[in-house]
């Protein structure tokens, strides 16, 4: 089955602790994106990957990295987590040419406490 | 500044009636637009993607349209199903490098 796969579904962490969600698709696609979902913010983009070694930022990259060392991974990594990343993260692939839309991974919720 | 608005947060509308919805942006020059159906607690879904040089496109029961004179697409769903009922988002890509921007979404209920 094409989909895109995050782990885990649900983490709480302290302060500081760093973390990583993974995310991984299986449809070959080159381009990779993680947002965030928060309350009357909508998905805010955190960055995107348009293929391998190719990473750049979105709206709201502050306290977040990623890496895309192979195509199918995309790994987010929050360093020293703070409350204020507390929130619904998605992760979503795409080929090149969108006219099929993004494939959206079933979400991270994340307590930082 | 760039906005993207989805004028209604929410709304209802009875069984069998045309719901239409509307994304409103500001400041984007969009290369396509998407529409995306969400559950709650789930990853969106896409459902359609409209040009900028295309007025009008269909599937099944849902239409969207794209006005690029007044920065508005409408999204419709005919003969609506309490099934439908959802939060849908709309999204646009100005680069055509298919780096998207979403609205926040309206929320919609079908009453049977």
């Known amino acids: 089955e094409a989909q895109v796969t995050q782990n885990p579904r649900y983490l709480i962490t302290v302060t500081g602790k760093k973390l990583t969600v993974t995310c991984s698709q299986n449809?070959?696609?080159?381009?990779m994106s993680w947002y965030r979902q928060d309350p009357g913010l909508g998905l805010r983009q955190i960055y995107y990957s348009m293929n391998v070694e190719v990473t750049d930022k979105g709206d709201v990259p502050e306290g977040y990295k990623v890496s895309r060392k192979e195509k199918r991974n995309f790994p987010l990594i929050l360093e020293s987590p703070s409350p204020n990343q507390t929130s619904l993260y998605f992760c979503?692939?795409?080929?090149?040419?969108?006219?099929?839309?993004?494939?959206f991974g079933s979400g991270t919720r994340l307590t930082v406490v | 500044s760039q906005k993207i608005e989805q004028n209604s947060e929410a709304l209802n509308i009875q069984e069998g009636k045309t719901a239409t919805l509307t994304c409103n942006y500001t400041n984007y020059s969009p290369a396509y637009l998407q529409w995306y159906r969400q559950d709650p607690g789930r990853g969106p879904v896409f459902l359609l993607l409209i040009r900028e040089n295309e007025k009008e496109k269909r599937k099944e029961r849902l239409k969207v349209t794209f006005d690029t004179t007044l920065k508005q697409s409408l999204f419709h769903i005919t003969a609506s199903q309490p099934a439908d009922s959802a939060t849908y988002l709309c999204a646009l890509d100005e680069t055509g490098a298919n780096n998207l921007f979403f609205g926040t979404g309206t929320r919609l209920t079908v009453i049977p």
């Open positions: 979503a692939s795409s080929p090149r040419d969108p006219a099929n839309g993004y494939t």
């Open positions: 449809m070959n696609h080159e381009y």
